[in-house]
């Protein structure tokens, strides 16, 4: 089994860039495909980013493609989520997941039996 946490999160305003990381622990990444989600108050979490095992497959939702980028140093055991251009609605809370599937990055949040506690991200205008 393995443990998430997430860090990087924090107060910027619209345009600005983020990196948040996620750091696991218990076992090694490798064996993991990992994703990013968010949560908007009073609504599901929605599906930012994802990345195989190896980083060769990433997926991306919509609203972030060409401003966010997925990435992993599983050396490090750490995944993590460079967000550039923000705007005000990214504000979310941001979690990193992982998926016993390795090879491909999946949307769906039921894939992914792994959760970290969050961190917030809030954009000002």
């Known amino acids: 089994q393995v443990q998430l946490v997430e860090s990087g999160g924090g107060l910027v305003q619209a345009g600005d860039s983020l990196r948040l990381s996620c750091a696991a622990s218990g076992r090694t990444l490798r064996a993991y495909s990992m994703a990013w989600f968010r949560q908007f108050p009073g609504k599901e979490r929605e599906f930012v980013a994802g990345v195989s095992w190896s980083g060769g497959n990433t997926l991306y939702a919509d609203s972030v493609k060409g401003r966010f980028t997925i990435s992993r140093d599983n050396a490090k055991n750490t995944v993590y989520l460079q967000m550039n251009s923000l705007k005000p609605e990214d504000t979310a809370v941001y979690y990193c997941?992982?998926?016993?599937?390795?090879?491909?990055?999946?949307?769906?949040?039921?894939?992914?039996?792994?959760w970290g506690q969050g961190t917030q991200v809030t954009v000002s205008s």
């Open positions: 997941a992982a998926d016993n599937f390795a090879y491909r990055a999946r949307a769906p949040q039921a894939e992914y039996a792994y």
